[in-house]
């Protein structure tokens, strides 16, 4: 079965974690909105399909099987049960899911650093809030969602995964937290590193797969911009 | 079996959908941190307790069978699935947790029209930012989402629910975000009401059945204020 990602062509943002799980279980997909025959319009037409059924509100959102599914967090569950990357057993697989929402939650966070007025305004248009919002992200949200993800990861027994024996998708989302947090705060990050040794060594691991190496390599990969989710403004990176 | 869910105890908050699709399925719960015995020491104890090998991120969550579940949406996906308030069909089930998720990810944005730029910060620090936010959420955000959620309504076959033949947790959530808005942004959806019909009807629908009517009757009711998520300030609602 070919699976279809829809999400925006130009950017990582939320697609980014889905294509991580694709990529780390080798399915066989089309970024559909980056497939030249496709286009963002096909992203836009079904968007705007009053023929579906269960439309979903926003990218990205995976076709798969004949049903179309949206929310990240979601997503990741579906395809973390079919391809081996989340755990059989029910209370384990819920715990992946919770903590994959907490993810959810910090990226919010971590979009409204440079959009905290509103989404349809440039950056420009916001940044003394978004300098004001950043100060208490990095100061304190940030240092708080990492000291929890820490503090999971000393919990699993020292295992070097979020859950159980084996790497699942949210051990890959968590990658990508920090591979984004190392691009838009830097300076943070250096700061934090001494308190999140196991969080970093996770990312490092997660690197270093076959499939997420060979991936990261290719120009399927996109590169960290102004445009995405995770943006490098000095301004919102205080020394 | 007796659900404990654990929420701060002078608000609606997110544990107010909690408390909804437990007093829907009739189960039998204690608020923990309302009870005299337990209070918010128990919440806070249970937060900072180093000994749980999966301890949640924030309330509220829910202990029940010997594990603790947060995040919202999945709660309520766990209980759907317990107390018939969720689709038995894998598909069906796995739609009705992406709206849910749908309306998590807007009552991020009800809680940041009052606190844009930190919630450590009180509204009275950042109500300018306050002003310009909630100018484009009552502009562009809340349509957006009360217009999807009337369309996904409508295409239900005209039935009065979100999901399939009868009630599941999200109709329970969609109410509750009505209730919400009306106290905090009454001006706004009284503009919106013509265009939202099926969705104040599916609110109408729920607040007179009969275990929803007893319990919005009840002292367990918490109500509205602003500490809580839907707040009313005035000036957040323009005419």
Redesign the interface.
Known sequence: MVYELYYWPSIQGRGEFVRLALEEAGCDYVDVARNPAMGVRALLALLSDES??????APPFLRADG?I???T??ILD?LGGRHELAPRDE?AR??T??LQ??I??LL?EVH?THH???G??YYED?QP?AV??SA?FVK?RLPK?LD?FE??LR?NAERPHLVGERLTYVDLSLFQVIAGARYAFPRTLARLAPRCPRVLALHEAVAARPRIAAYLASARRLPFSEQDLFRRYVELDPP
């Open positions: 579906l059924a269960r439309p979903p509100f049903i599914i949206a929310q967090a979601s579906y209370a819920r715990w899911l919770q929402l907490t959810t939650d919010v409204d905290p007025i509103a349809s305004l916001q809030e004001r919002r208490d304190n969602f929890y503090r999971v919990l």
